[in-house]
């Protein structure tokens, strides 16, 4: 056994946290920063600023429409079933889910509307407009 202050010292009964508290906090910041990222599910895409957003709403609900008119699922191109069946998973769970919709700001608006009403048709009432904020000058 281990004494502090050799001979006749007190004896170390007590574990170091110290070690632990540092990884715990490096993963705390890892975390915080990737978790951006998942919630997003839109990597890559354009988004159009508003100076009006607020910060993005925690659902974990999110899709879009890429530049080039396809929908997305959590940042992957997807068919309309497969949109559908991803929808319809979340309003199975919560009725009351907030859809995330994201849309390249070069698309057509009409097929940002396009992915909105298919939510609607399958039971999303919820809708957040995934933008970027706009500086301020």
């Known amino acids: 056994m281990k004494t502090l202050g050799g001979k006749g010292g007190k004896m170390i009964t007590e574990i170091n946290v ?11 910041v890892i975390f915080m920063v990737t978790a951006t990222y998942i919630v997003r599910g839109s990597i ?3 988004l159009p600023t508003a100076s009006t957003a607020d910060q993005m709403s925690r659902s974990p609900m999110v899709v879009g429409v890429d530049e080039k008119g396809n929908f997305l699922v959590e940042g992957k191109v997807s068919s309309e079933a ?7 998973g979340f309003v199975a769970r919560d009725p009351e889910v907030e859809a995330v919709i994201s849309g390249d700001k070069s698309v057509q608006y009409g097929r940002v509307m396009d992915l909105i009403n298919l939510a609607r048709k399958h039971g999303v009432k919820n809708f957040a407009a995934a933008v970027e ?4 000058r």
Do not use: N, R, S
């Not at 110290?18 to 490096?26: C, H, N, Q």
């Not at 497969?82 to 319809?88: L, P």
């Not at 904020?133 to 301020?136: A, H, L, N, Q």
């Open 18 to 28: 110290t070690p632990l508290v540092d990884v715990m906090l490096v993963l705390l």
């Open 44 to 46: 890559g895409m354009k």
């Open 82 to 88: 497969e949109v559908v069946a991803y929808i319809e």
């Open 133 to 136: 904020k706009k500086p301020e």
